[in-house]
């Protein structure tokens, strides 16, 4: 392996609890010899570290960890467990801290009846000190382990804060002097640890309800197989020992277990978990079958083509896990702040403590209100504010169908004002006609359509097998075909009964030096209906130029829905543009069709496959973000060229790796929606970082003058984070809007 080699490793996190434990285990980790970068997610608790191949660097990772004060574990334990797990789990040890602090909050509540009433300070103590010591042990625990590492997180400045409170109480109650009758602060201590550790609980359940989506895809895929012997009998199998190659029973019912064909029998499957698409789809010998999907009322058998890693849904699961593990740009701007956030914040505590004191108003006074700064300057809302939006928004984009490849192309998707479409298979259905056949004068037409359709026998190209289909269709015999090869934007080539034949595009045909006037009134013609044209032509001597023998004409029809898409686009300001190598008559006879104005420079024709790209960042170059929909394939380089790219299809690798965006079936409905959600979880983003930030710059120059009191200030802290998840919970809500009734 070349020393230039990147291994990328995924690592489970236990104990982070907010953007300054990020901080420091991205620290830690990124001090490791060969470490490229390492980038921390609080939501999913989860850490991605890219370092130079080669040495297995899992065991010093894991150690830097534990060593930051964390605990290492495996990158998929935020989803162990049951994806319906109890949603009371773990409130336990909250529950026990309520009660104790009940009868310390009490006497606060009677206060505004006139109750003077308050429990003997020993009782106090006793209830208050299980809660700091017992409930509290894990910020103990993890403040020792933030000091060791030289660095601050949330729990050393709620330790600090209530062990303070609770010091101060006790020494008021046995040294002051005042005894029993001292005014104590065991409450302040117990309740904001108790207020802490019940937003925790709420943010666990919180996260539960984002990583919904992975638990879905997980879940999709069954655990036994019923593989088909030597013998020919069934015998159930786990499903992660199939096969390439094997053959599979699915009864009625059962879910797909893994990607293949049909190989005997009919069914309907539901592939809406995969796809988003509600429909069943009726399933034939040689049908595609996607693991996950559930088969109807028919018993198919099926030979396995992908299992395991190597299948769509497992492609699936790792787009969504990518998605949601990859740092937005807008969170390095976090991670500046939060690595000096604790620090900056003790420091605020020790000049507030310092200048109440200095003040007059007393050690107590001043201790209350530096505690109050420490307990609500918590950066918990920070560090969660973009992952769980990412997590929500990709979460819900996959159960449509809109697989989003990582956190940066969801975030410049929302900045989208161009998108161009590809313009065969994307904005039409892909699947063109031979509308017409011209012959050349003296030519016969059926032995024109002999020889076109015999250079084009082997080819799977759109063109080539509708020409095959009218060859079909009138019973022609097909001839024998040598030397075939694809001139990539221009047509084919090869041998047919001795002579050199050609098919192509008229651009080509000029090149060749070919006289195209017999045909150029019924070219026009049919470019003016929307017909791509190409022309059949023969060379008997190298020495002379192909003699054109025939005009083909091809018509293809618009995808249902493509024109509704592009208004919705239009509807939101986004222009949109066809890319099409047709020529400029057929390609804007199509666009009128779809709703696109040429005249306004929404059609870009007779552009070669290499020369999509191009067109892209021609149009990149006007100042627009652009987003570029193809099927992945044929137009990966414009895919990448793009800002955001947008892969129609199936979600094969290509698509995959060239889109930021894939779409799970051919719907360009899809393409809007895409957008809309990627708007909407921006918008979640901006959202949360405004209530995180507004908390802490309230909170703290409030809780500095004397306006909060600790335990005011630890409700809020837990507010704010518990209102970031609930309000990126809300985007679980989003679906894609329907396209308008046809009249």
């Known amino acids: 392996m070349s020393d230039t080699a990147t291994t990328t490793l995924d690592l489970g996190i236990g104990g982070m609890t907010c953007a300054s434990c990020v901080s420091r285990v991205e620290k830690a980790l990124k001090k490791v010899p060969g470490v490229r970068d390492a980038a921390v997610n609080l939501a999913t608790e989860s850490a991605r570290v890219a370092y130079a191949g080669g040495e297995d660097l899992a065991p010093q990772l894991r150690r830097a960890v534990r060593d930051a004060g964390y605990e290492p574990r495996a990158a998929d334990a935020a989803l162990a467990g049951p994806a319906d797990a109890s949603r009371w789990a773990g409130f336990a040890p909250v529950g026990i801290g309520l009660l104790l602090c009940a009868p310390l909050v009490l006497p606060m509540l009677l206060m505004p009846f006139g109750v003077q009433w308050m429990p003997p300070a020993w009782v106090q103590f006793a209830l208050a000190t299980p809660v700091q010591f017992g409930l509290g042990a894990r910020f103990y625990k993890a403040a020792w382990g933030a000091l060791k590492a030289g660095s601050g997180n949330m729990e050393l400045l709620v330790s600090i804060g209530t062990t303070a409170a609770w010091l101060l109480s006790v020494w008021l109650w046995l040294f002051s002097g005042h005894g029993g009758h001292a005014h104590l602060y065991f409450e302040s201590a117990a309740v904001v ?272 097998r509708a020409v095959l289909a009218a060859a079909r269709e009138r019973g022609v015999a097909l001839a024998p075909a040598q030397d075939v090869r694809a001139v990539p934007g221009r047509g084919t080539e090869g041998r047919v009964e001795g002579h050199r034949v050609l098919i192509g595009s008229q651009r080509w045909m000029n090149e060749l030096a070919a006289d195209l006037k017999p045909f150029q009134a019924a070219a026009l013609a049919s470019q003016a209906q929307g017909a791509t044209v190409s022309v059949v032509a023969v060379q008997q001597d190298d020495s002379q130029p192909p003699r054109p023998v025939a005009l083909l004409a091809f018509g293809d029809e618009p995808k249902a829905g493509a024109r509704a898409a592009i208004e919705r686009l239009h509807a939101v300001g986004v222009r949109t543009v066809m890319i099409s190598g047709d020529n400029r008559g057929a390609a804007e006879a199509m666009a009128r069709r779809l709703g696109l104005n040429p005249e306004a420079g929404e059609v870009m024709a007779e552009v070669l496959p290499e020369g999509k790209a191009a067109a892209v960042s021609e149009l990149k170059a006007g100042g627009h973000t652009v987003g570029m929909v193809g099927d992945g394939v044929n137009d990966a380089p414009a895919l990448a060229a793009a800002d955001v790219g947008i892969a129609m299809g199936s979600g094969t690798d290509v698509a995959m790796h060239a889109a930021g965006v894939t779409l799970m079936r051919g719907d360009v409905g899809l393409v809007p929606a895409a957008l809309d959600v990627s708007r909407r979880t921006v918008a979640k983003i901006r959202q949360n970082l405004f209530w995180a930030f507004a908390y802490n710059v309230a909170g703290i120059p409030l809780a500095a003058l004397g306006y909060l009191s600790p335990v005011v200030a630890g409700a809020a802290m837990a507010l704010s984070s518990v209102s970031v998840m609930s309000n990126a919970l809300l985007l679980r809500r989003w679906r894609p809007q329907a396209p308008p009734a046809q009249s």
Do not use: Y
């Open 193 to 464: 640890v108790t207020l802490v550790r019940l937003g925790k609980w709420l943010e666990e359940r919180a996260k539960r309800q984002t990583t919904a989506a992975i638990r879905a895809l997980h879940a999709l895929r069954p655990e036994v197989a019923h593989l088909i012997d030597w013998d020919g009998q069934e015998k159930d199998i786990p499903v992660d020992e199939l096969r390439a190659g094997d053959r599979v029973a699915v009864r009625p019912g059962e879910r797909v277990p893994a990607d293949g064909a049909v190989a005997e029998g009919a069914t309907q499957v539901d592939e809406s978990m995969l796809t988003g698409e509600p429909l069943p789809v009726a399933k034939g010998v040689g049908a595609q079958l996607t693991g996950g999907s559930i088969n109807g009322d028919g018993r198919v058998l099926m030979q396995v083509t992908a299992a395991g890693s190597e299948s769509v849904l497992a492609h699936i699961i790792r787009l969504v896990q990518d998605a949601q593990a990859v740092k937005a740009p807008v969170q390095r701007l976090v991670d500046k702040v939060s690595a000096v956030f604790v620090p900056v914040v003790i420091g605020v505590a020790l000049l507030t403590f310092a200048g109440w004191w200095l003040a007059g108003l007393g050690l107590e006074t001043a201790l209350i209100r530096a505690v109050a700064v420490l307990v609500i300057a918590c950066p918990c809302a920070l560090g969660l504010a973009t992952p769980t939006a990412i997590m929500a928004g990709t979460g819900v984009a996959a159960r449509f169908g809109i697989l989003i490849k990582d956190a940066e192309a969801l975030e410049i998707a929302h900045q989208v004002d161009t998108v161009a479409f590809d313009k065969t298979g994307t904005l039409t259905e892909g699947r063109p006609r031979l509308l017409a056949l011209v012959p050349a004068p003296g030519v016969d037409e059926t032995a024109a359509l002999r020889t076109a359709a015999s250079l084009q026998s082997g080819s799977e190209h759109p063109l080539a």
